[in-house]
């Protein structure tokens, strides 16, 4: 929805196309978990089941009575502007506009949040790969917006600070790129009490050095900070001039 409203789309757009956000995968409740929940790469046979879950999607979406928008996200958020996705290998505007935001979205939760917390990224990383060596799979303006309005440590990102302090970027300085709002880990404080650090109004000696991956910090380290829990987006309806940045939450 974030992406959406950066790129203009109208209000009724906006609504639609967070409703198909939050139904893409709709189709998984009829694909077997071992398949849903396997860490390791899909062999042909079980790839060729879950490619079935836009198709199965689509069949309950029907029967649910969801709209066109929903039901063709379901059918196509793996297909890419390459033609490299599926199930049909669409390409270019075969493929609409709330598909390719709803793809991108996708694309960039599931490297950040990969179903084996050692093979996450960082939300850093995902974008840098995303840009980097995957380009070409997605809307040229939808992953320039994504890159924007993110920032170069997207809120969820587990940073090291200069005094070796770790922690969570809560939410983007837009002026002000490098210097986010982090919230800090101390064993000595609550999680509830946690410390939260605006670099832009610091001392500017402290800083980020480092973007850390989820599975390399000590267990005690990511239950404090949590991103999964603790951060969200929202769209404020307010001119551009007032609206904030993406915030966390809990």
Known sequence: MMLAHEMKCTEQQIKAIGLAALFHDLGKVNVPDQINKKTTPLNKAEQNIFELHGQYGVEVGIKAGMDKITLDVIAHHHEYLDGSGFPKKLKGDAIHLPTRIVTIANVYDNLCNHIDPNQSLTPHEALSLMYAHRRAQFDSAAMATLVK????????????????????VMNVNVGM????????YDDEIPKEDAIILDLSAENKELAIIASIRPGLLPRAI?????????INYYVDSKSKK???SPVGGR
Do not use: I
């Not at 440590?153 to 922690?167: E, F, I, M, Q, S």
């Not at 790129?177 to 800090?184: A, Q």
């Not at 990511?222 to 603790?230: E, I, Q, T």
């Open 149 to 168: 309005s993110l920032g170069v440590y997207p809120p969820g990102t587990l940073v090291k600070l200069t005094n070796d302090a770790v922690g969570l």
């Open 177 to 184: 790129p490098l210097r986010p709002r982090v919230m800090v």
């Open 222 to 230: 990511y239950d404090y900070l949590n991103p999964r829990k603790r």
């Open 242 to 244: 007032d609206k904030p």
